[in-house]
């Protein structure tokens, strides 16, 4: 993955059913390597670079959108995929999913 942000949520692995806080990747808010908790505003810190790079799409700052994030269990390694939703710019809540056709695609809330 080039630049994105790590979202961190409790998830319990569908392969092994381990119970972790893992961090998801996802290209969500500033792409900047930031980490981001339940509530934290993903769009409202000081850009590092001259010309900071949004995701999934620079309108979105302050709206609400949702975008896939990856992860992996440190227990067994399966991939997981999550949604990650953003509601009025902060993230609000992970769900895990089956892997998407195309791990790119975003959507409004």
């Not at 119970?19 to 509530?39: N, R, S, V």
């Not at 227990?75 to 791990?103: H, S, T, Y």
Request: hydrophobic content about 40%.
């Amino acid at each position: 993955m080039g630049r994105f942000n790590e979202f961190i949520w409790p998830v319990e692995c569908p392969a092994c059913g381990a119970a972790e806080t893992l961090p998801f990747q996802g290209y969500i808010g500033l792409l900047q390597w930031e980490t981001f908790q339940k509530g934290e505003d993903v769009f409202g810190r000081e850009p590092q670079h001259r010309r900071p790079q949004l995701g999934p799409e620079a309108s979105l700052e302050g709206r609400s959108f949702w975008a896939y994030g990856l992860g992996d269990c440190p227990r067994c390694k399966a991939v997981l995929w999550a949604r990650i939703e953003v509601r009025d710019g902060r993230f609000e809540q992970l769900l895990l999913v089956p892997e998407p056709a195309n791990m790119y695609d975003w959507g409004r809330l």
